[in-house]
């Protein structure tokens, strides 16, 4: 019998054990980890086993926080990050059913108002240039408002470079 084998029983035994002490809704798993060694790890459960509850039980008492660093929040975090960006772009969206949507909706909402947005700022713009243009082949107005909006339309030209056409 190999050594991991002979741990698992062990472990096992140490388990039962000690689950005839507990109160019977109580629940238990024993994770061990080598640290760099991931193919190591080992992870005992015992029946009816929620791993979120498990998860649950760390973040009460074992000092998980939202705030720590770990690579499965990064993960998450990176994945929500990459379907705004996709639903901004109008990407692809992640597979029905699939967490991610909610992220991949908000980022396409935020896509379409911005597009909206720059299509009200173009249309602004060109409607600002034509009546600078016949202010100024008309004459004789007031020569404030139309530097006004001279300095308007070069905002305006300024947002729109930064603008996919």
């Not at 992870?43 to 973040?59: C, F, M, S, Y």
């Not at 980022?107 to 173009?122: D, I, P």
């Amino acid at each position: 019998m190999s050594a991991i084998h002979r741990f698992h029983e062990v472990a096992n035994d140490a388990l039962v054990a000690i689950s005839d002490h507990l109160p019977p809704e109580a629940k238990l798993s024993l994770i061990i980890y080598m640290p760099g060694e991931p193919e190591q790890d080992i992870l005992l459960k015992g029946q009816g086993i929620e791993a979120d509850e498990v998860l649950n039980t760390l973040r009460r008492r074992g000092g998980l926080s939202l705030d720590g660093d770990n690579g499965y929040k990064r993960g998450i975090c990176d994945a929500a990050v990459g379907a705004l960006v996709s639903g901004k772009q109008n990407g692809t969206p992640p597979p029905e059913g699939h967490w991610c949507q909610r992220f991949w909706d908000i980022g396409r909402a935020e896509g379409e108002l911005q597009e909206e947005r720059v299509q009200a700022l173009r249309l602004a713009r060109k409607e600002l240039d034509a009546c600078q243009r016949a202010i100024h082949y008309a004459g004789g107005f007031d020569p404030a408002y139309v530097n006004d909006a001279q300095g308007a339309l070069k905002v305006a030209d300024a947002v729109l470079a930064k603008t996919p056409a």
